[in-house]
C-alpha cells in the first residue's frame, strides 16, 4: 500500500519561495503511467490541483499558478517535490501531495495527511 | 470560481437519500473522462467514495452510488448516517486545462 508524507516548513515569509518534498513508501516514484502531483486547500476552502509530474519527467500546471510553479521528481530518493515563488498569504494552505494515473479513470487514490504552510511576515 | 460545479451545501435527516451534482463542460466530463467523488472529514484527506462514474472502492459502503449523463455527474447516498457527514468533492480530467479538475465541494449536514 503506498503512502505518502508532505515535509517542509511550516512558514514562509512573504515574496519568498515555498519548498515542499513528498516521499513515497510502499511504492516507486518510477511507477509505469503514474503521476505524481500537488493539491492545495485554503482553510475552509475547496481544493485545487497545482500541477503533476509524469514518471518520464513531462509536467503539467494549473494555468493560474504556471509562472511560479515547478514540480520535480527524485527517482532515487522515492520524492517529489513542489516549489512555488513569489508567495502571498493567498498562498496559505494546506499541501497536499497525491498519487493519480495516466488513465482518467482512475482515481487520485493514495494521498498524504496533508501540510499547512502559512505565509507571513 | 471552480471549473466543476456543485451545490455548496446538502442536508438530509438519518435514512434519508441525498444527491450531490457536479456539472461540467465539453472539456472535462463531456468527453468521457472518469467522475470521481471524494469524501474529506475535516482535518483529514480526500478519500475516493466513488472512482471512475460509478464505481465503489473496497470498504466503501454501497449506500454510496455514481451516475453520469452528458456533462454533468451524481453522487447520491442512501439510507444516510451520521458519519456520512463531511465534504464532498468530485474531479475529472480537463483536456483545455491539461491536468486535473475539481468541484467546488458540497458540504453535507446530517440533520
Known amino acids: 500500500q503506498v503512502q505518502l508524507q508532505e515535509s517542509g516548513p511550516g512558514l514562509v515569509k512573504p515574496s519568498q519561495t515555498l519548498s515542499l518534498t513528498c516521499t513515497v513508501s510502499?511504492?516507486?516514484?518510477?511507477?509505469?503511467?503514474?503521476?505524481w502531483t500537488w493539491i492545495r486547500q485554503p482553510a475552509g476552502k475547496g481544493l485545487e490541483w497545482i500541477g503533476r509530474?509524469?514518471?518520464?519527467?513531462?509536467?503539467n500546471y494549473n494555468p493560474s499558478l504556471k509562472s511560479r510553479v515547478t514540480i520535480s521528481l527524485d527517482t532515487s530518493r522515492n520524492q517529489f517535490s513542489l516549489t512555488l515563488g513569489s508567495v502571498t498569504a493567498a498562498d496559505t494552505a494546506v499541501y497536499y501531495c497525491?498519487?493519480?494515473?495516466?488513465?482518467?479513470?482512475?482515481?487520485?487514490?493514495?494521498w498524504g495527511q496533508g501540510t499547512l504552510v502559512t505565509v507571513s511576515s | 470560481q471552480s471549473v466543476l460545479t456543485q451545490p455548496p451545501s446538502v442536508s438530509g435527516a438519518p435514512g434519508q437519500r441525498v444527491t450531490i451534482s457536479c456539472t461540467g463542460s465539453?472539456?472535462?466530463?463531456?468527453?468521457?473522462?472518469?467522475v470521481h467523488w471524494y469524501q474529506q472529514i475535516p482535518g483529514t484527506a480526500p478519500k475516493v467514495v466513488i472512482y471512475?462514474?460509478?464505481n465503489r472502492p473496497s470498504g466503501v459502503p454501497d449506500r454510496f452510488s455514481g451516475s453520469k449523463s452528458g456533462t454533468s455527474a451524481s453522487l447520491a447516498i442512501t439510507g444516510l448516517q451520521a458519519e456520512d457527514e463531511a465534504d464532498y468533492y468530485c474531479?475529472?480530467?480537463?483536456?483545455?486545462?491539461?491536468?486535473?479538475?475539481f468541484g467546488g465541494g458540497t458540504r453535507l449536514t446530517v440533520l
Open positions: 510502499g511504492g516507486s516514484t518510477s511507477c509505469h503511467n503514474c503521476y
Open positions: 471512475a462514474d460509478t
Open positions: 474531479q475529472s480530467y480537463d483536456n483545455s486545462l491539461y491536468g486535473w479538475v
Open positions: 509530474i509524469y514518471t518520464s519527467g513531462s509536467t
Open positions: 497525491a498519487r493519480g494515473h495516466y488513465d482518467s479513470r482512475r482515481p487520485l487514490d493514495s
Open positions: 465539453s472539456s472535462n466530463i463531456g468527453p468521457g473522462y472518469g
